[in-house]
């Protein structure tokens, strides 16, 4: 019997949250529906793929075993075609899952055919509710945000929606990333090009203009220690940044976007 959730984790040298992160989709699986888990490790040199050979690698998680970082986007496609599930949760090793949080999101997509990818209220250690949602960064924003100060559509700052109702938006965080199986066979695999940052606003592109919805609900919760595979290497990450934002849109466009912020931020 094919499990109804595939669970993907990409993992880079996060051992200690990751077993965290583990835990927690341990209590919840006693309470959610059939589920597999694949985690794909992306060259960790720490003692990431020891603890998963000495603690999970048994009953519903699978090992994917990389010799080195191939970049989040590949990671994910080498998960997704692994994956047998129904539904495709892909879920970053810095999360960890609240009660009931993964059943709300699965019942909530099989209730509506339209959906594309649902995505969950992300928490601060603390508490405190976190950005989960991305305004697509389009020409006319930047210029509105960074020459005339208009914020309500910011595609610099991640936001929360206002209410506690399931509201469509136009581009979730891909650190809680719930996609149906029937979705990626219309839209396809992640690009590959993107080793790191923008691969979720690329995705949820395509998924809308394949005619698919993105949701936000703000019943499933989950604690997100934001950062946590980057924060070693933050110059890293910039370059990373960079090279994503010229493939998302495009050379010319990468710099003319660069040359307005600039310019926007040289005149404040």
Known sequence: ????????????????????????LEQESKRAKEQ????VDNGSTDNSVKMINDQWLMGNVKLIENQRNLGF??????????????????????????PKAIEKMIEF?????????VGGRLLNPKGSIQGSCYHLP??????????????????????????????EVEAIVGAVFLIPRKVIEKVGFFDERFFMYFEDLDYCRRVRNASFKIYYLPQAEFIHKHGASGKEIPW?????????????????????????????QKFK
């Open 1 to 24: 019997m094919k499990p109804v959730l595939s669970i993907i984790i990409v993992n880079y040298n996060t051992a200690n949250i990751l077993r965290q992160c583990l835990k927690s």
């Open 36 to 39: 597999e888990i694949i985690v």
């Open 73 to 98: 986007a590949k990671a994910v496609n080498q998960g997704i075609k692994k994956s047998q599930g129904e539904f495709i949760l892909l879920l970053n090793s810095d999360i960890v899952v609240k």
């Open 109 to 117: 997509a099989q209730k509506h055919s339209i959906v594309g990818v």
């Open 138 to 167: 389009t020409l006319s924003r930047i210029i509105k945000e960074f020459w005339f100060g208009q914020k309500n559509f910011s595609v610099t700052q991640k936001y929360v929606p206002l209410g506690n109702k399931p509201i």
């Open 236 to 264: 890293q990450t910039q370059k990373w940044l960079r090279q994503s934002s010229k493939i998302y849109h495009g050379v010319f466009k990468y710099w003319l976007i660069t040359f307005i912020i600039w310019l926007g």
